[in-house]
């Protein structure tokens, strides 16, 4: 396992004060991690941080990143997109391409073919020539999806992709992550616990702290001391694993923190 990224003890914040604290966190090539917390409790930011848009108060963030092909793709979160883009569906899933280092004339007839492709993946081929002010929500969201997916990156980080997307988009969203997941490292912050401990390997709980459980299993007791109104889905006749309990030995400290977050600042 190589590893792509590396914060250790980070704390960062904006003007108006500090919002996460002391977080370590590496993120390995193959990773599938689902990063979760309440609002505001610093998820964005961490993301932010990730991305070099924001500079740690202290602590350091390595990036290995060894400049063949693309290394980072991001999907912002919903609210934070302008979705007057006078462009078509095509071209804003192209753009992706330009943290690889291609401008917008440069694009190549097989990067508009894997630009379609992708849109066929998510279900949305046949909008390709529409403009983002023609579509739906849910719709453009899958559009966000292609267009950060079409650099193959080696991490691709998707804040809250399931944002105005049907329950059945969803599902299918996140098989074709898994997908994805063969070739890249995945971090997905979402709301939808249950959803999403199904799919991910592992599970950050961001809330001022971060919380890393290397499982996708997280107990009743752990969300209950979260204090996060968190949604639970059930899948089917597949046993509820956000209720089973899994072994928190080698991250006691941090299992503490996440019940007691106070308790932390005095240690
Ligand atoms: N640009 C900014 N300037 C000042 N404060 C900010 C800025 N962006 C976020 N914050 C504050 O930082 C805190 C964490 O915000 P962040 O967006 O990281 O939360 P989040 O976990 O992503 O929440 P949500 O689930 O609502 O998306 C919030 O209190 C927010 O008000
Ligand atoms: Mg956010």
């Known amino acids: 396992m190589n590893e792509l990224i590396k914060l250790d003890n980070v704390t960062a914040g904006y003007d108006n004060g500090i919002v996460l604290r002391d977080v370590s966190l590496t993120v390995y090539d193959r990773d599938f991690i689902g990063v979760i917390g309440p609002n505001g409790g610093g998820k964005t930011t961490l993301i932010k941080l990730i991305l070099g848009l924001i500079k740690p108060l202290s602590g350091t963030i390595q990036r290995f990143d060894n400049q063949e092909g693309s290394f980072i793709g991001y999907l912002p979160q919903q609210s934070q997109i302008d979705r007057k883009f006078p462009i078509t569906v095509q071209d804003i899933v192209l753009s992706g391409l330009m943290s690889a280092g291609k401008g917008l004339s440069r694009y190549t007839s097989k990067d508009k073919k894997q630009a379609f492709d992708l849109l066929g993946q998510m279900g949305i081929g046949h909008l390709a020539k529409r403009t983002a002010g023609e579509l739906s929500g849910g719709q453009l969201q899958r559009v966000f999806i292609c267009r950060a997916l079409i650099s193959s990156p080696k991490l691709l980080i998707l804040d809250e992709p399931n944002t105005f997307v049907d329950n059945r988009f969803e599902h299918e969203m996140y098989e074709l992550l898994q997908q994805f997941n063969q070739k890249m490292a995945i971090m997905i912050i979402s709301h939808d616990v249950g959803t ?5 390997k592992t599970i950050a709980c961001v809330n ?8 996708n299993i997280i107990t009743e007791e752990q969300l209950a001391g979260y204090n996060c109104p968190l949604q639970i889905i059930t899948h089917g006749d597949v046993p509820h694993t956000v209720l089973q309990k899994h072994d928190h030995s080698h991250d006691h400290d941090h299992d503490h923190n996440l019940t007691h977050p106070e308790d932390h600042k005095h240690e």
């Open 208 to 215: 001022t702290y971060l919380h890393y459980h290397p499982s």
């Open 196 to 200: 999403i401990s199904y799919f991910v």
